[in-house]
Structure formats: structure tokens, C-alpha cells
């Protein structure tokens, strides 16, 4: 339609240029009609004098436009996305196209290629979606009718459905949101991804795959915004640890992720607040769904298949997935206090766990059997019933504290190595062990009154 609005406009100039002419007219009046200036009336003359009727062809008629696709590269697009980015959404398309496929077009043009092929985004919204199924059905009726447009009814929501966009916080660091995602991230296998984000900028500070969501996940990605950042003031996670808490028949201090997390935030100084509810923590949540369409592909490019992988591979692309999502961190604007060493990091970052010395003087952790040795190598012993509580920090080390007294916990193998009496026995050394100072937070005294504050263990 439009091509023949402009032939008719300049088959109009010709007539109207020509009666002039050959008339001698008013130029003022055919400037109005025309909606052209006087200025503008005088070329037109002075072509049609010299070029005639040609002058009024305009010069790109029958050529196409410098900057529209060929065919056969829209082609080579469709078929890209069909055979090897079917599961991205339309913009990390671009980006795998010119990174991988040195394809350069621009977001629209995808988009018009896609939606004239049918093809919908997966983080289409279901007005695109519906207006794709309405296109669909009016093309099927007929070619000739006009597709009609989808018209929305406003819907006003109650409260209880309604979820509006919520302000970010003010400062770096004085909200962290917190929780773990289990997806099928690489090969088809179902693992977990924990995550951290940071509520201000958007930054992800911390993440760690594990097969499942565990506390020991909570604790990687902890340590990473520790070393990195500091002590934030505030973590927002998720309570459902607290109901599979609940479901345990002989449930253990171990299990109560919610308790040992909680208490590591208590001795940190850190506020910690939980919801079964989304919306709650909706910025970690939005994040989960960009690496839900981002990193699976990624994963396949760069021939990632197992959890170790994939956590080194998290290690470079954070940088550059906040680089490109996140607002930059502004270190005056910042509440992080306390960056921490790694050590004391692993000492805070502990689970904690109430035993009783048995009839052999030792302690029974995950069905071993440990002796305590103190500072100076040598192997205390305690009496039938003594209560003390097992300590494993974060890099895998067993302590154990006995009437506020710290000692290091040795393995007693089930079998000795030598014999006394056919083997050739080398004099035992006693080895001084750096054992660190006694912290407050693993008395046991500290750690089960904060354990009996915890009103959901009540009904475990």
C-alpha cells in the first residue's frame, strides 16, 4: 500500500509541476496544493525542464534496502535457532549469535524473523503468545481477513494475588537474598544451585552447585560473599529447610539446617528472615529463571558435565553475567563490615552437633569412632555419659568441646595398621596440634539455649 501512496505522490508532482509549466501558473498555489514550499516548487521546475517525467521516479524505486537480511542468512537464523538455541529466549540468542556464529542483527530484527516463522520466545508473556495463537487461526480462516487485535480487559486483583514491584534497598550490602534452585543444569541431571544476590545492585555475590539443597551449599556461597564483601546486615531465605525438618522420624541437630545456618548468622552479627513465599525474596527468583535459560546452554557449549565443572566455571561467568544485568557497586554506598580471613571463616561456618562420651572413653560421629587429643598431642579421656558437642567446620576438620575445653578429634581405625608382634614398630612421636582458641559460640551452653528458641522444633 505504501509503495502505491508514493507512485501516486509522485505521479501528482508530475501533473501539477507540468500544468505549471506549460501554463505559466501560481507557484504560491501549487506549493499549497502540493504541501510544498515556493523554494521547492522551483526545483521541481527546474528538474522537469531538464529530466522530464524521470525526474519525478524516485531514485531507490525496485531497490531494497541497504540494511534488510537476505534470504539466505534469515534462513541460516531460523535454522540456528530450531536445531541448536531452540531453548533460548530471544535476546541470549543474540548473544550466542554473534559470539559463536559471528552473526551481528539487531534484537527486533530476530524478533520479527521469529514471530513471521511462529516461533515464540520461552519467556514469551501470554499476550504474545495468545496474539500468536489469534495470528495462527486467521491465517487458517483466511488469508484475505485482517488479523484481529487482542484486546485486554483490565483486571483489578485483590491483595492476597497482587505482587507490585517492591523498592531496592539503598546500600551494598544491607540485603542479601538467599535460596537454591534444583533444575536439570547439565545433561539431564537434576542438581542445585545456591545462589546470593544482593538486593541494591542486583549483584550475584555467591554461588555453588551441590546434588541437592543442603547446608553445606548455604555455607559455600556464605564464604564467598564473606571473603569477597564482608558481614551484610541482612539475609532473606527460604523456611522450607524448616518443614523438611519436621518430616525427619529421628531428626538430629545436624539436620536442622535452619538452626545451624541461623546460628552461624547469630555469632556473625547478621539478621535473618525466612518466607515460604516467593515474592519474598522475588529478586533471587528472577535471577534463578535467567540462569534457568542461560547456563544449560552454556553448560553444552562449553562441555561442562558434572558439579565440579560447572562450580569452576561459576567462578569467571559472575563477572560477567553482573557486568551485564547488574547496576555497579558503589564502595561508598557500602554496609559490608569485617572482611574476614578464610580461616576464621571455616571456624564460624561449622555444624554443630550434641554427643555423649560412650563406654570406650571415645565419641561416635557418623558410625567412626574419635579419641580427643589436646594442644599438646596427648589423648584425653572422659568418663561413660560426659556431654560434649562435635564441631565440623567448613574445610572438614573435627573438634570437639568437653566441659568448655577444645580438643582435636583423631579417627581410632577399626583395625591397627601394625602389629606389635610381626611387624617392625618405629617410635611414636607425640606431634603438638594447632588446635584454634575456644570460640564462645561453640559452648555448648551458647549453642543449645539457642537451639531451645527455635519454636518450629517444638513439634519435630
Same mark, same amino acid.
Given at each position: 500500500? $505504501?509503495?502505491?501512496?508514493?507512485?501516486?505522490?509522485?505521479?501528482q508532482?508530475?501533473?501539477?509541476?507540468?500544468?505549471?509549466?506549460?501554463?505559466?501558473?501560481?507557484?504560491?498555489?501549487?506549493?499549497?496544493?502540493?504541501?510544498?514550499?515556493?523554494? *521547492?516548487?522551483?526545483?521541481l521546475?527546474?528538474?522537469?525542464?531538464? @529530466?522530464?517525467k524521470?525526474?519525478?521516479?524516485?531514485?531507490?524505486?525496485? $531497490?531494497?534496502?541497504?540494511?534488510?537480511?537476505?534470504?539466505?542468512? $534469515? +534462513?541460516?537464523?531460523?535454522?540456528?535457532?530450531n536445531?541448536?538455541?531452540?531453548?533460548?529466549?530471544?535476546t541470549?540468542?543474540?548473544?550466542?549469535?554473534?559470539e @559463536?556464529?559471528?552473526?551481528?542483527?539487531?534484537?527486533?530484527?530476530?524478533i520479527? !524473523?521469529?514471530?513471521?516463522e511462529?516461533?515464540?520466545?520461552p519467556?514469551? /508473556?501470554? !499476550?504474545?503468545?495468545?496474539?500468536?495463537?489469534?495470528?495462527?487461526?486467521?491465517?487458517?480462516?483466511?488469508?484475505?481477513? &485482517?488479523?484481529?487485535?487482542?484486546?485486554?480487559?483490565?483486571?483489578?486483583?485483590?491483595?492476597e494475588?497482587?505482587?507490585?514491584?517492591?523498592?531496592?534497598? &539503598?546500600?551494598?550490602g544491607?540485603?542479601?537474598?538467599?535460596?537454591?534452585?534444583? @533444575? #536439570?543444569?547439565?545433561?539431564?541431571?537434576?542438581t542445585?544451585? /545456591?545462589?546470593?544476590?544482593?538486593?541494591?545492585? =542486583? +549483584?550475584?555475590?555467591?554461588?555453588?552447585?551441590?546434588?541437592?539443597? %543442603?547446608?553445606?551449599?548455604?555455607? *559455600? !556461597?556464605?564464604? +564467598?560473599?564473606?571473603?569477597?564483601? =564482608?558481614?551484610?546486615?541482612?539475609?532473606?531465605?527460604?523456611?522450607?529447610?524448616?518443614?523438611?525438618? &519436621?518430616?525427619?522420624?529421628?531428626?538430629?541437630?545436624e539436620?536442622?539446617v535452619? %538452626?545451624?545456618?541461623?546460628?552461624?548468622?547469630?555469632?556473625? =552479627?547478621?539478621?535473618?528472615e525466612?518466607?515460604?513465599?516467593?515474592?519474598?525474596?522475588?529478586?533471587?527468583e528472577?535471577?534463578?529463571?535467567?540462569?534457568?535459560?542461560?547456563?544449560?546452554?552454556?553448560?553444552?557449549?562449553? =562441555?561442562? /558435565?558434572?558439579?565440579e565443572?560447572?562450580?569452576?566455571?561459576?567462578?569467571?561467568?559472575?563477572?560477567?553475567?553482573?557486568? *551485564?544485568?547488574?547496576?555497579?557497586?558503589?564502595?561508598?554506598?557500602?554496609?559490608?563490615?569485617?572482611?574476614?580471613?578464610?580461616?576464621?571463616?571455616?571456624?564460624?561456618?561449622?555444624?554443630?552437633?550434641? #554427643?555423649?562420651?560412650?563406654s570406650?572413653?571415645?565419641?561416635?560421629? /557418623?558410625?567412626?569412632?574419635?579419641?580427643t587429643?589436646?594442644?599438646?598431642?596427648?589423648?584425653?579421656?572422659?568418663?561413660?555419659?560426659?556431654?560434649?558437642i562435635?564441631?565440623?567446620?567448613?574445610?572438614?576438620?573435627?573438634?570437639?568441646?568437653?566441659e568448655?575445653?577444645?580438643?582435636?578429634?583423631?579417627?581410632?581405625?577399626?583395625?591397627?595398621?601394625?602389629?606389635s608382634?610381626?611387624?617392625?614398630?618405629?617410635?611414636?612421636?607425640?606431634?603438638?596440634?594447632?588446635?584454634?582458641?575456644?570460640? @564462645?559460640?561453640w559452648k555448648?551452653?551458647?549453642?543449645?539455649?539457642?537451639?531451645?528458641?527455635?519454636?518450629? $522444633?517444638e513439634?519435630?
Open positions: 500500500m $505504501r509503495k502505491v501512496d508514493l507512485r501516486m505522490n509522485e505521479y508532482k508530475y501533473i501539477e509541476i507540468k500544468k505549471l509549466v506549460e501554463t505559466n501558473g501560481n507557484k504560491k498555489r501549487t506549493a499549497i496544493k502540493l504541501n510544498l514550499s515556493v523554494r *521547492q516548487i522551483n526545483r521546475i527546474a528538474g522537469y525542464k531538464v @529530466h522530464g524521470e525526474f519525478f521516479v524516485h531514485g531507490n524505486r525496485n $531497490r531494497l534496502p541497504v540494511n534488510k537480511l537476505s534470504y539466505e542468512l $534469515r +534462513q541460516q537464523i531460523i535454522e540456528l535457532y536445531t541448536k538455541y531452540f531453548d533460548c529466549n530471544f541470549f540468542f543474540r548473544e550466542l549469535l554473534l @559463536h556464529e559471528n552473526i551481528n542483527v539487531s534484537l527486533p530484527t530476530i520479527s !524473523i521469529m514471530y513471521d511462529n516461533i515464540i520466545s519467556r514469551s /508473556h501470554r !499476550i504474545t503468545k495468545r496474539r500468536i495463537r489469534e495470528n495462527l487461526k486467521e491465517k487458517e480462516l483466511s488469508a484475505k481477513k &485482517k488479523s484481529e487485535k487482542v484486546k485486554i480487559k483490565s483486571k483489578q486483583l485483590s491483595l494475588f497482587a505482587h507490585p514491584t517492591q523498592p531496592r534497598s &539503598k546500600y551494598f544491607e540485603e542479601l537474598q538467599m535460596d537454591g534452585c534444583l @533444575h #536439570r543444569w547439565f545433561d539431564g541431571i537434576k542445585t544451585l /545456591h545462589a546470593v544476590i544482593d538486593d541494591a545492585t =542486583g +549483584q550475584v555475590i555467591g554461588a555453588y552447585f551441590d546434588k541437592e539443597e %543442603t547446608l553445606n551449599g548455604y555455607y *559455600q !556461597i556464605t564464604k +564467598q560473599f564473606l571473603l569477597n564483601y =564482608g558481614i551484610p546486615v541482612k539475609i532473606k531465605t527460604d523456611n522450607r529447610t524448616v518443614f523438611a525438618y &519436621k518430616r525427619k522420624k529421628s531428626p538430629s541437630d539436620d536442622d535452619l %538452626t545451624q545456618y541461623g546460628y552461624a548468622c547469630k555469632q556473625l =552479627g547478621i539478621e535473618l525466612t518466607s515460604s513465599v516467593p515474592e519474598f525474596k522475588a529478586r533471587i528472577r535471577v534463578f529463571q535467567t540462569f534457568q535459560n542461560r547456563l544449560p546452554k552454556l553448560f553444552e557449549i562449553n =562441555g561442562i /558435565h558434572s558439579i565443572e560447572a562450580n569452576k566455571y561459576l567462578e569467571k561467568y559472575l563477572n560477567k553475567f553482573n557486568s *551485564q544485568f547488574a547496576l555497579p557497586i558503589n564502595n561508598t554506598k557500602s554496609v559490608f563490615i569485617n572482611q574476614l580471613e578464610e580461616e576464621k571463616i571455616n571456624l564460624i561456618l561449622a555444624v554443630l552437633s550434641n #554427643r555423649v562420651i560412650n570406650g572413653h571415645s565419641v561416635q560421629y /557418623h558410625n567412626k569412632s574419635y579419641k587429643i589436646d594442644k599438646n598431642g596427648n589423648t584425653i579421656y572422659y568418663g561413660k555419659g560426659t556431654k560434649c562435635v564441631i565440623r567446620t567448613l574445610d572438614n576438620k573435627l573438634y570437639a568441646t568437653v568448655n575445653e577444645l580438643f582435636e578429634l583423631e579417627e581410632i581405625p577399626f583395625r591397627e595398621e601394625i602389629s608382634n610381626f611387624d617392625e614398630v618405629k617410635e611414636i612421636k607425640i606431634v603438638k596440634r594447632k588446635i584454634p582458641n575456644m570460640l @564462645h559460640p555448648s551452653k551458647s549453642f543449645n539455649e539457642f537451639v531451645a528458641k527455635q519454636s518450629y $522444633r513439634s519435630a
